[in-house]
């Protein structure tokens, strides 16, 4: 059983700054690519930032110069830094990690998702 666990959304005014956290946990042998995807009401989910093992990063255009992504491998945790935030930015925010488990199935997990608005 794998678990992936957000945390660090909320309200903030435009132009400010939320931090998210994501921690995977349960049967992992090893983590490999890492991510933050976003979904707004009526919209499609849509990438905002990748991050492989090895830590290179990939941004949507979107985001580019606003957010940083990062990741923390003895923790298992992606991290997602969002500054000059927009109320386009406003979103449930999903983390998602490619992980093999102990028993070396490899396949895609997601969190649970967390909600950032952004307003005045």
């Known amino acids: 059983q794998v678990q992936l666990v957000e945390s660090g959304g909320g309200l903030v005014q435009p132009g400010g700054s939320l931090r998210l956290s994501c921690a995977a946990s349960?049967?992992?042998?090893?983590?490999?690519?890492m991510g933050w995807y976003r979904q707004a009401p009526g919209k499609q989910r849509e990438l905002v930032a990748t991050?492989?093992?090895?830590?290179?990063?990939n941004y949507a255009d979107s985001v580019k110069g606003r957010f940083t992504i990062s990741r923390d491998n003895a923790k298992n945790t992606v991290y997602l830094q969002m500054n000059s935030l927009k109320p386009e930015d406003t979103a449930v925010y999903y983390c998602?990690?490619?992980?093999?488990?102990?028993?070396?199935?490899?396949?895609?997990?997601w969190g649970q998702g967390t909600q950032v608005t952004v307003s005045s």
């Open positions: 998602n990690a490619e992980i093999m488990t102990m028993t070396l199935m490899r396949s895609p997990y």
């Open positions: 349960g049967n992992i042998f090893n983590i490999y690519a």
């Open positions: 991050i492989t093992s090895s830590s290179n990063p």
